[in-house]
T-cell receptor, first 113, second 116 residues
Framework: DQQVKQNSPSLSVQEGRISILNCDYT??????FLWYKKYPAEGPTFLIS?????DKNEDGRFTVFLNKSAKHLSLHIVPSQPGDSAVYFC????????????FGTGTRLQVTL | EPEVTQTPSHQVTQMGQEVILRCVPI?????FYWYRQILGQKVEFLVS????????KSEIFDDQFSVERPDGSNFTLKIRSTKLEDSAMYFC??????????????FGNGTRLTVT
C-alpha cells in the first residue's frame, strides 16, 4: 500500500543552499498534508502542514507547495542548516478519518558544511 | 513546550507475554493515537481514540491489541500475547481540542518493543 511515496531515500545539500524534498500521493481523498522531521531515538516532530484549499504555506525557512493535479507536494528549506539534518516524512490524511495519517517512507537529509 | 511522554523507552519481552505501553498525552488534547514503525519500514497507523472509545483502527490492530484511558492523564496500549513481529517502535500521539481535523498530531519519543 504505497499511497504516499517519497522516492528519494536520501539527499545531501550544502549549508546555505536550498533543500527540496518531494512527496507523491495516489489517494485523491487526501486533503491535508504534513511534513514531520525525525531525529534518531525521537518521535516525529511536526514541521509544517497544508490544506488542499491552498497551494503554498510558508513558515520561516520552511515552505510547502501542493500541486493537486499532479498529486505532488514538496518541502523547501532555505537556507539549509546543519541542524536540519534528519529524516523527513511526508504524511497525509483524508476528511472523516479522525486524522489517521498515512506516512511516506522518509527522506534522509544531510546538510554538509 | 508541552510534550507527549512515553514510558518505558525500551521494553524487552518474551514471545507470548503481555506488555503495556504507556503514554501521557498533552494535557488539553482530546484525540489520542498509537502508531508503530517496524525497523526500516514506514510509520503505520494503529488506532485512534476519542471520547473514551476507539474511533478508527487499522487491520494491524487485531484482538491482541487494546487501548485504554484509565484516568485523566494516561493512555495505554496493551498487547496481550506478543509475537516476534510485534517488535517495533511504538509512538503515541495526541491532537488538540479543535473541532477541525486539520490540526497536526504531536508525537512522543516512542517505546522500542523487542520481542524475543
Amino acid at each position: 500500500d504505497q499511497q504516499v511515496k517519497q522516492n528519494s531515500p536520501s539527499l545531501s545539500v550544502q549549508e546555505g543552499r536550498i533543500s527540496i524534498l518531494n512527496c507523491d500521493y495516489t489517494n485523491s481523498m487526501f486533503d491535508y498534508f504534513l511534513w514531520y522531521k525525525k531525529y534518531p531515538a525521537e518521535g516525529p516532530t511536526f514541521l509544517i502542514s497544508i490544506s488542499s484549499i491552498k497551494d503554498k504555506n510558508e513558515d520561516g525557512r520552511f515552505t510547502v507547495f501542493l500541486n493537486k493535479s499532479a498529486k505532488h507536494l514538496s518541502l523547501h528549506i532555505v537556507p539549509s542548516q546543519p541542524g536540519d539534518s534528519a529524516v523527513y516524512f511526508c504524511a497525509a490524511s483524508a476528511a472523516g478519518t479522525a486524522s489517521k495519517l498515512t506516512f511516506g517512507t522518509g527522506t534522509r537529509l544531510q546538510v554538509t558544511l | 513546550e508541552p510534550e507527549v511522554t512515553q514510558t518505558p523507552s525500551h521494553q524487552v519481552t518474551q514471545m507470548g507475554q503481555e506488555v503495556i505501553l504507556r503514554c501521557v498525552p498533552i494535557s488539553n488534547h482530546l484525540y489520542f493515537y498509537w502508531y508503530r514503525q517496524i525497523l526500516g519500514q514506514k510509520v503505520e497507523f494503529l488506532v485512534s481514540f476519542y471520547n473514551n472509545e476507539i474511533s478508527e483502527k487499522s487491520e494491524i490492530f487485531d484482538d491482541q491489541f487494546s487501548v485504554e484511558r484509565p484516568d485523566g492523564s494516561n493512555f495505554t496500549l496493551k498487547i496481550r500475547s506478543t509475537k516476534l513481529e510485534d517488535s517495533a517502535m511504538y509512538f503515541c500521539a495526541s491532537r488538540d481540542r479543535t473541532s477541525s481535523y486539520n490540526s497536526p498530531l504531536h508525537f512522543g519519543n516512542g517505546t522500542r518493543l523487542t520481542v524475543t
